[in-house]
């Protein structure tokens, strides 16, 4: 069966950096379009960066462009979001997403941008 565990999030001060992991098991990984989601306290879930198989093209929200960048090891199962000058506005928790078959999200990792 499909699983995807984050790890990575915490407490940070505004303009600090993070990196989340996604670790991945039960589908063909190098194959399949990875996703970050998050979703903050009272609003819907967004759509935050996307990478395609095999390190395909990446797309980003406008509201983290040239801050995240997403990336995959294939070799590990894992795709990683680096996040670069947070804002207090990019705390929430924050979801490895992928579908195969059906749409599969991890358990979610919080992230809080604090002073």
């Known amino acids: 069966q499909v699983q995807l565990v984050e790890s990575g999030g915490g407490l940070v001060q505004p303009g600090g950096s993070l990196r989340l992991s996604c670790a991945a098991s039960g589908f063909p990984f190098s194959l399949y379009t990875m996703n970050w989601y998050r979703q903050a306290p009272g609003k819907e879930r967004e759509r935050v960066a996307t990478?395609?198989?095999?390190?395909?093209?990446?797309n980003y929200a406008d509201s983290v462009k040239g801050r995240f960048t997403i990336s995959r090891e294939d070799a590990k199962n894992t795709v990683y979001l680096q996040m670069n000058n947070l804002k207090p506005e990019d705390t929430a928790v924050y979801y490895c997403h992928t579908y195969y078959g059906g749409n599969y999200y991890g358990q979610g990792t919080q992230v809080t941008v604090s002073s």
């Open positions: 990478i395609s198989g095999f390190s395909g093209p990446t």
